[in-house]
């Protein structure tokens, strides 16, 4: 199985944002967002909405006199003994966060050894998670985040997946025909949140945007009440601008 790779925006900005903190890295006594732009070859509207970003996930510090050096976040990542407890705490951060700002329960989901996987979430009172009624592993099918792993694979790979999982009927929007989702999956723009409207769940709408780290396909995704789905395409925009730091962390 191979991953139809395509890049998206925050996989970009992933990609720049890693060239920024390796030039701070490398300059421990600190450096100007000049020389920063110099080296990285950003622009310099670019390299500040980077250095934002950073600044706000702790990677990156600005010092009085404006140098940036290395923030205790990333600090805290490479020295951690244990890297994947420190990893995960990072990232419920991040979710925890994003939960607040698009004002939904978000997951971070991955393709492991051929099965759909939610490794994290963040939801809360305001923001509850999705009931899992039906195992989300054979139910990729039905769901924004399964669709969107899915979509990530190569033709080979989602008809192994389709092969292994019966395309159960969930609810009367579920798309039961594999001709019908294949051909859904190959028209779905990388760049373009994928959508759960009711396919899964009664009364539960769902987005999903993918956040490919190495070989594994990864997404980033939101759930909401039915009677909020009129937020969902702006909470789906939020959450795919917003996708970088999560990325950004797998990636560290």
Known sequence: MAL??????????????????????????GITDSRLA???????????????????????????????VTGDALTRLGSAQDH????????????DRLRDSVGA???ISRYVDGEVTITQYADGPATPSVNEWFDFRRS????????????QLDHNGRRDHLSRHKMARLTSRTITSDKLLLSRLEAQAPTVPVLDLQEYAIGTVCAAVPITAGST???LALSLPVA???????????????AAPVLLSLAI
Do not use: F, I
């Open 84 to 95: 994947d407890q420190a990893l995960r705490a990072r990232l419920q951060h991040t979710l």
């Open 105 to 107: 329960a978000v997951y």
């Open 228 to 242: 909020h789905a009129h937020r969902l395409r702006q909470a789906a925009e939020t959450l795919n601008r917003n």
């Open 38 to 68: 110099r080296l990285t070859g950003l622009s310099p509207e670019r390299l500040t909405t980077l250095l934002r970003m950073l600044r706000r996930e702790g990677y990156v510090e600005q010092l009085a006199d404006g140098v940036y």
């Open 217 to 219: 396909a990864g997404c």
């Open 140 to 151: 990729a099918h039905a769901t924004a985040l399964g669709k969107s792993l899915l979509g």
């Open 4 to 29: 139809k790779h395509e890049p998206t925006a925050p996989y970009h900005s992933t990609q720049y944002a890693l060239r920024v903190l390796e030039s701070v890295a490398r300059h421990p006594t």
